[in-house]
């Protein structure tokens, strides 16, 4: 008897605790849409690392692949029924927090950046993304040491914005 109750609250817990799917796999967007290609973005924001549009660009390439069904193909010419374009707007650094002295306790990284995404399939369509994205941090830190760190937080956001705009209107 005191085993089945055990073997019952093993059962009971494992299924409770069992996590739940979390993935864009199950997002709702046309049958027809199977490929999709991103343009390498571009820079039209000054003081941007040489590489923060490529980075960002594949981190986009990453996030569709890894996250849906569609399949990235290198050109336009492999007939996908996505087209992803970009420009970098904004890329800057900006006190936040003063205090006492003007001194500022913490510093904002800030960017912005926006997207067309053309659509192929079912009917010719057009979206714009705009995303102003930021990441605060510690006035003390150098940005250099950091700004990697700092740039993926911001990828994410900005990743995230496109995703959620792709996908809300299917």
């Known amino acids: 008897m005191i085993r089945y109750l055990f073997i019952f609250i093993g059962l ?12 864009f796999q199950d997002l709702n967007f046309p049958e027809e849409w199977k490929a999709f290609t991103v ?16 980075t960002l660009t594949e981190s986009v390439k990453d996030a569709i692949q890894n996250n849906t069904s569609l ?18 707007n904004n890329y800057s650094i900006s006190p ?10 913490k ?18 369509d057009e979206m714009t993304v705009n ?23 911001v990828n994410a956001q900005i990743v995230q914005d496109i995703i959620n705009k792709l996908f809300s209107n299917w």
């Open 12 to 23: 009971f817990i494992f299924t409770s605790c069992w996590p739940t799917r979390v993935s």
């Open 39 to 54: 343009k390498t973005f571009d820079n039209n924001a000054p003081n941007t690392p040489l590489s923060y549009a490529p």
């Open 71 to 88: 399949n990235l193909v290198s050109s336009s010419a492999d007939d996908p029924q996505l087209e992803i374009e970009g420009v970098i």
């Open 96 to 105: 936040v927090a003063l205090q006492e002295g003007d001194q500022a306790a």
């Open 107 to 124: 510093n904002r990284l800030s960017v912005s950046a926006t997207f067309t995404i053309f659509i192929n399939a079912p009917e010719e």
């Open 131 to 153: 995303s102003n994205r930021f990441v605060d941090y510690d006035a003390n830190t150098d940005l250099g040491v950091v700004e990697t760190t700092l740039l993926e937080e």
